[in-house]
């Protein structure tokens, strides 16, 4: 129902299905119980008016357009829990500026914070062990990328992400306010 401004997923629940709340325009807050470990294809998707959302500690998985085009969606806290960021999860959401990852992330997937066009800064925790080169595809502003020391994959240096022995740069992540330095 488009007239749905807010929802509380009970403890219990372990996923979000698909589309459950795909285009609900007005709605601004979701509060997840402590069971949830997937959030669906395009769960929250085109929930223009989403701002807040507070996930989870049993989070494993974000599926693909879990959170496309929620325009207003700000900067959220990631769960110690999280594994996956799948396609397109977070696309279009304006209102990130910046993303913690935490040591727990496994693998971010093509798009996973696709034109994000306010996303400025994002750390990567430990456990990355995939980034696919487009990841932050059109994050425009994106001029800093940081890499836990303890991450055996990937490095950083100077907000730059690199391979672990700095041999592959990552060219189409970071955008430098017009300088680029390898």
Request: aromatic share 12%; hydrophobic share 35%; net charge neutral.
């Amino acid at each position: 129902d488009l007239r749905i401004k807010e929802v509380i997923i009970g403890n219990g629940i372990t996923n979000v299905s698909e589309y459950c709340f795909n285009e609900c325009s007005n709605l601004t807050k979701v509060t997840m119980g402590d069971d949830i470990e997937i959030i669906g294809n395009f769960a929250f998707s085109k929930c223009k008016e989403l701002v807040s959302v507070d996930l989870p500690d049993s989070l494993r998985t974000i599926e693909k357009f879990g959170f496309y085009y929620c325009l207003k969606l700000t900067d959220i806290k990631f769960p110690d829990s999280l594994e996956t960021i799948k396609d397109y999860a977070f696309g279009i959401c304006y209102g990130f500026t910046k993303a913690e990852l935490p040591d727990s992330i496994i693998k971010l997937e093509p798009n996973a914070f696709g034109a994000c066009k306010n996303l400025e800064t994002v750390t990567i925790g430990s456990g990355l062990v995939s980034i696919k080169s487009n990841t932050f595809s059109e994050c425009l502003k994106l001029c800093s990328i940081e890499v836990s020391e303890n991450n055996k994959t990937y490095s950083s240096v100077d907000g730059v992400l690199y391979n672990k022995a700095k041999k592959r740069f990552f060219y189409n992540l970071v955008k430098q306010r017009n300088k680029l330095f390898l």
